[in-house]
C-alpha cells in the first residue's frame, strides 16, 4: 500500500511539471488560448510542422501553465500584502519569460511555414499560417495566390489583400495628386492584382486616356468585383469602337442603376429607331439630373405648350452649367420683356445670339444700365461667332459712339470752363507777363516758396516757371507748396540768391489768402 503511494504520488508530480492544454487560463493570459491549442494539436500530433516547432510548444506550455498557476494565486483573498507583493514579483518573472519563449515559438512556426512553401506542403503551409504569433508575410500571400482558388476565401489571404490593396490605393491617388500619372497607374494596377476593383476602375479610367483596349480589360475587372459606375464608361469605349450591341448591354446595365447620363445616351441610341422609348429614357434621364436631358425634354415640352415645365427644366439645365439651356431661357424672357431676366440668363452663355441680345439691351438701357462701349464689344463678339446682319448694328453704335463721344467733350469743355471762371472769380487772373506790371491787380499762384527773404518774405518758385517776390506771407513756411491769392504791386524787387552769379528783378505782390474754390 505505501509504494502504490508513493507511485501516484511521482504521476502526479509529474503529471504537474508537464503542460496542461485542458486548464482554464487566467484572463491576463487568456490571449494565449488559441496558441495553446495549438502547441496541444502539434505536440499530440493532431497537427504537423516541424520536430524544432514541437520543442518550442513545449517550453512555451510549460512556461504558460506556471505563469497561469501564480496568476491564480494572485486571485486568492486571503494572501497576505507581502504574500501579495512576492507573488506579484514571481508572476512578473515569469510572463517576462513567457513573452521571450512564445516570441522564439513564433519564429520556429514562421520557419517552419516558409519551409512548407518549398515543400510544397499546403496542409502544413495551412497550420503555419493560423499560428496567432505568425505574422502574415507576402510569401505566404504569393504562395497561396498561386494555389487558387484554394485559398482565395481565405480569411489571412483576405485580409492582407484588402490591406495592401489599400495602401497601394494610397500612394497611388498620392502621386496622381501631383501629376505623376504613370507611377499612379502603375501602383492602380498592383492594386488591381491584389482584387481591389476600386483600383481597378482607377486604373481604367487613366487607359481612357491612352489605351482603350486596356481600358476595357480594367473596367471589366472592376465590374466583376461589384464597381457598378463602370458600366457607363464601358457602354461609352464600346461606342468609341462602334461595337453598338455591346455599348447597348453596358448602358442598359447602368440605365437599370439609374444613372442619368446612361439614360439619356439610351434616348440618343433609339431616336431614330423607336422615338416612343427614346423619349421614355429622356424623360427618365431629365428626372435623374442629366442637364442634357433636362434641355432636350424642355424643348419637346415647349412645342407641346408645357411651358411652367419645359423652363423648370431649363432652369434646373442652367443651373446645372448646360449654355444651351441658359441661352434658350434667355430668349423666352426676352420676348416676354422680362429683360432683366432675360440679361441674367444670357450671361451665362457664351452663345453668338446671347451676345447679340445682350448688345442690344445695352444699347438702349434695356432692362440694364445703357453702356455703348459694351454693347459695340457685344455686337462684335455676336458678329465673330457667326450671327448674320450685325454690321447693321455695329454702324449705327459706332455712329453713337462718336455722338456720345463729342456729347462728352463739350460736357468737359464746358465744365473746364466754368470751373476757370469760378477759379478767376475766387482767385484772380493767373499772372501774365503784362499783368505783373499792372498794380492792385488780383492774381493766383501756384509753386514752391524759398527759404525766407527777408521778414515774412518769399521768393515763389511758380509752377509756370516765373518766379514772384512776395511780401508779407502770413502762414508760409520754408519749401511749402502754396496756392494762394496775391495782390500785385506793379513794382519790382531786386533779390540776390548765394548761387545765382548775379541779382535779378522779380515783380512784388502781397500776400491775401489762401485759394480755396469748392468744387
Known sequence: MRIY?????????????????????SPKLSHYATAQQQCSNFIDGKSKLTGEVEKECEQFLKRLEQANETADELTNKDLMKGEYKQKTIVYARERQRLTLQYDALSEAVKSATLASIKRDNMDAFAQGIAFPGNTFIAPYYDYMKSKAPHFDNNAYYLDYQRKESGELMLKAKQNLDLGRKNEALALFEKAAERNNPQAARSAALLYEEINIELALKWHHRAVDGGVKASYLNLGRLYNEKGQKEAALNWYLKSAAEDNAEAQYQLYNYYLDSDKSTAITWLEKAAANGDNHAQYSYALILLKEGKTDKAVDLLHQASQSGNQQASDRLGEYYYDLNLFKRAFTQLEQSKSANSFYLRAKMLETGTGVEKDLSTAYTFYLQADSLGKDGVEKDLQRVNRLLVKEQQRIAEEEDRVRIEKMKKLVKECGLIPTRVNIKKK????????????????????????????????????????????????STGLTATVSIADDEESREIYQFTFLKACVVEE
Open 5 to 25: 503511494l508513493i507511485t501516484l504520488t511521482l504521476l502526479l508530480l509529474l503529471a504537474g511539471c508537464g503542460a496542461s492544454p485542458d486548464a482554464a487560463l
Open 440 to 487: 492792385n491787380v488780383k492774381l493766383h499762384i501756384i509753386g514752391t516758396a524759398s527759404v525766407p527773404v527777408g521778414r515774412q518774405s518769399f521768393i515763389i518758385y511758380g509752377d509756370n516757371g516765373e518766379d514772384y517776390y512776395l511780401q508779407r506771407a502770413k502762414g508760409i513756411q520754408e519749401n511749402d507748396r502754396v496756392d494762394i491769392v496775391v495782390m
